[in-house]
């Protein structure tokens, strides 16, 4: 299964996500929108936890673009400016999923630092939103289009690195 071998690599410093292919060569690289607080392991902290992960699920294949997840399921709303003015205070997670798990214990696995407990995604956000700077609470934000080219390109458990 040749999606298996691809790998991605998030750059905190350069709010930048990689899909590198089997030969650790760049396929293609996205602007993203990692977390307001920095970088952290912490439940409760609103960080975006570093280490290496694995996508432990992709979640929303065949949905339509812009539809809004709670819990990781369709609303049954798609996300529009007016939607998003009336309810300013919700962290939209749109269109795609992809749910991060933890590879090390004691470090981003397992007690008060699981990544995969703490809900730590790759999803897409509303258009609005600003990529390139931190801005989430902890997930790790793209645009809907990129975030549906990334989701047809990987498979679950695909390997996920997120460098400071």
């Known amino acids: ?3 298996m071998e691809k790998k991605i690599r998030i750059s905190i410093s350069d709010q930048s996500l990689e899909l590198l292919n089997k ?4 396929e293609r690289r996205y602007a993203i ?3 307001a607080n920095g970088v952290g392991e912490a439940n409760g902290s609103y960080c975006t936890p570093r280490g290496r992960h ?7 294949a065949g949905q339509p673009e812009n539809t809004v997840f709670v819990r990781r399921r369709p609303t049954g709303e798609i996300y529009t400016p ?3 003015a009336r309810f300013p205070e919700r962290d939209w997670i749109l269109t795609r999923i992809l749910w991060l798990s933890g590879c090390e214990p ?3 696995r397992l007690g008060e630092v699981d990544t995969m407990r703490r809900f730590i995604y790759i999803h897409g956000s509303p258009d609005t939103v600003a990529m390139g700077a931190p801005g989430s609470h902890g997930c790790v ?4 289009a990129d975030v549906m080219d990334l989701f047809e390109r990987v498979a679950a458990g695909t390997p996920v ?4």
């Open 141 to 144: 934000r793209m645009r809907n």
């Open 33 to 35: 929108s990692t977390a």
């Open 161 to 164: 690195e997120i460098v400071a």
């Open 106 to 108: 004691g470090f981003n």
């Open 1 to 3: 299964m040749p999606r």
């Open 54 to 60: 694995i996508v432990r699920a992709k979640i929303g």
């Open 82 to 84: 007016e939607l998003g």
């Open 23 to 26: 030969a650790g060569g760049l």
